[in-house]
């Protein structure tokens, strides 16, 4: 059932099983992973069913630098479905390379391997509805498909490997149904997570403190406490519920906080292929499933090792659409619609020039004298994207002269001075804020330029074009977005013992019997990926350990 916390008596105490705080990708699969379980479930959402901008105030907080790194209000939602409601729905696994300890990059390694996950993630797949577990050309489709560009072979750089996207799901939108159907489920709105009691011994949690924006106090009392919040929410309740832990929850070796990574993300540039314009496919191939996916470049393991860098994949992606030199209609009208479209992509489209009444003409002309192609892009965009239940994921704008930029996303290193602390001010529940001071290091960028590297002299060796860019503004490009994409890592970190973890291999946090997270925060590195699909293979992995017994089907 799904109630509103607004309709509690005054300090009520709420029974469960099971709380799980935080109704988004994690909670709600967590949740949905619990049916039939034979134990009580309460899931504590802090919004509504709708955006409430007194309840997305609840994240303002600080930024060290929002050059570098956006206010933590931006890229979340705080509401039922979380930042699914928002999300772009690009998945793809974590590599077996990214849980291990690399001699070269310190503070890696995971106190379990990708054999570990690997089993959680087929079903992971069906949550967020991205067809079958199947992240290769070779195993997505049925016969040949594509490649990127054909004839690019290579022992270094593969371009075999594929994303998947999912329709984007809304988590509430598209299986808030079951939540509201099941016997053992109970969803709770506007119900605020304030503090986190622990017994006297601080060795297990007595009770959540809640509360709602309209002045209800209640608190919740359960076998088992799980955090789904997300990789900045995590620490701030963990740090600020102190009242027994001094230092905050879990945050004995001073680890709460740290470790603070997202991706380091860009476009960098002009790949001209020298190969027939046929022989390039930069855009999605459907898969026999019906999903859109598309290859990627990446860099292989091997030589990750050799060069002592981080995971690194790339795209074909469009030129410049800043600069109206393009004369290409459709980049033009993205141009001019920059101001209308969301926080993450309006974002991802500015390159900080200033822009000119000059600079609106050009682009203006540019729409004039395409209007074919320009009104066959926003039919297709209307079709296949507005109107479409599985959208179609980006803009893909074919190159007459196969001429492209590369669209790269990379690891970025854990680095303990990068990280979420709390301030002296407070939000309207009287939990205090936090201040994000995100930090890259020059690893991360000799990774983006190392990698760059392969893929240019690949590019020569196999002759299929040629990558131009400037070695000396690869800084620049990699941080024009500065933390960008809203993926919050590593600030409650798995370890093997205390001393390198908030939490163990089954996500428990150290000393704390009946508290568990199932976050992003969890993660020790970023890998190349976007974190939603193992956001939501952890959470099936650990729903197996609370139940104890076979899980309920997803469409089911």
Not at 44 to 64: I, M, R, T, V, W
Not at 457 to 486: I, K, N, P, W
Request: proline share 5%; charged share 20%.
């Amino acid at each position: 059932m799904i109630d509103d916390a607004s309709s509690l008596a005054p300090d009520t105490v709420l029974r469960a099983d099971i709380c799980i705080v935080g109704a988004g990708a994690a909670g709600i699969t967590l949740a949905l992973e619990l049916r039939d379980s034979g134990k009580s479930v309460l899931l504590l959402e802090s919004g509504g069913l709708k955006d409430e901008p007194a309840s997305q105030a609840l994240y303002a907080g600080e930024s060290a630098d929002e050059a570098l790194h956006p206010p933590p209000d931006k890229y979340r939602v705080r509401r039922f479905g979380g930042s699914t409601t928002i999300w772009g729905g690009r998945c793809m696994p974590f590599d077996a390379i990214d849980f291990e300890a690399r001699p070269y990059l310190p503070h890696s390694g995971w106190p379990i391997g990708l054999d570990d996950i690997a089993p959680f993630y087929p079903r992971a797949n069906e949550w967020v509805e991205a067809g079958r577990f199947a992240y290769t050309a070779e195993t997505a489709y049925d016969g040949p498909a594509p490649s990127a560009i054909r004839g690019f072979d290579s022992a270094s750089v593969s371009q075999n490997r594929l994303e998947r996207f999912s329709l984007p799901t809304n988590f509430a939108a598209r299986h808030g149904h079951l939540l509201e159907a099941a016997t053992n489920i109970r969803v709770l709105l506007h119900a605020n997570c304030t503090a986190i009691r622990l017994n006297a011994d601080g060795a297990s949690v007595a009770r959540l403190d809640c509360a709602t924006l309209d002045g209800k106090r209640f608190s919740v009392e359960a076998g088992e406490f799980v955090l789904a919040t997300g990789g900045l929410e995590v620490p701030r309740l963990l740090l600020a519920s102190n009242d027994v832990a001094k230092a905050g929850i879990g945050n004995g070796h001073d680890l709460v906080g740290r470790y603070y990574m997202c991706h380091i993300a860009g476009t960098a540039g002009t790949l001209t292929v020298t190969k027939p314009r046929a022989d390039v496919h930069h855009g999605y191939v459907m898969t026999p499933d019906g999903v859109y996916a598309r290859r990627r470049f990446a860099i292989n393991e091997a030589v990750q090792r050799r060069l002592g860098t981080g995971n690194f994949i790339a795209r074909l992606h469009f030129a410049n659409l800043n600069d109206p030199a393009h004369k290409s209609g459709i980049l033009s009208g993205l141009y001019l619609a920059k101001s209308f479209i969301s926080y993450e992509y309006s974002k991802r489209l500015h390159d900080g020039r200033q822009r000119t009444v000059k600079t609106w003409l050009q682009h203006a002309r540019n729409i004039v004298f395409d209007p074919f192609d320009t009104l066959a892009f926003l039919w297709h965009w209307i079709t296949k994207r507005t109107l479409a239940t599985r959208k179609f994921p980006s803009v893909v704008i074919p190159s007459r002269a196969n001429r492209f930029s590369l669209d790269f996303h990379s690891e970025q290193a854990p680095n303990p001075d990068s990280r979420i602390t709390l301030t002296d001010q407070r939000d309207a529940l009287g939990v205090p804020q936090i201040r994000i001071d995100w930090r890259y290091t020059d690893w991360d960028i000799d990774t983006v330029r190392s990698s760059l590297g392969v893929i240019r002299d690949e590019l020569a060796r196999t002759g299929c074009g040629t990558l131009e860019y400037d070695e000396a503004s690869v800084a620049q490009e990699a941080l024009r977005y500065g933390a960008y994409g809203g993926h919050h890592i590593g600030t409650a970190r798995m370890g093997a013992t205390p001393e390198t973890g908030v939490v163990d291999a089954n996500l428990r946090v150290f000393g704390v019997s009946n508290l568990s997270i199932a976050s992003a925060a969890v993660f020790p590195t970023s890998s190349q990926a976007n974190p939603t699909l193992t956001i939501v293979a952890f959470a099936v992995r650990l729903a197996k350990r609370l139940r104890g017994s076979t899980a309920a089907s997803p469409s089911g």
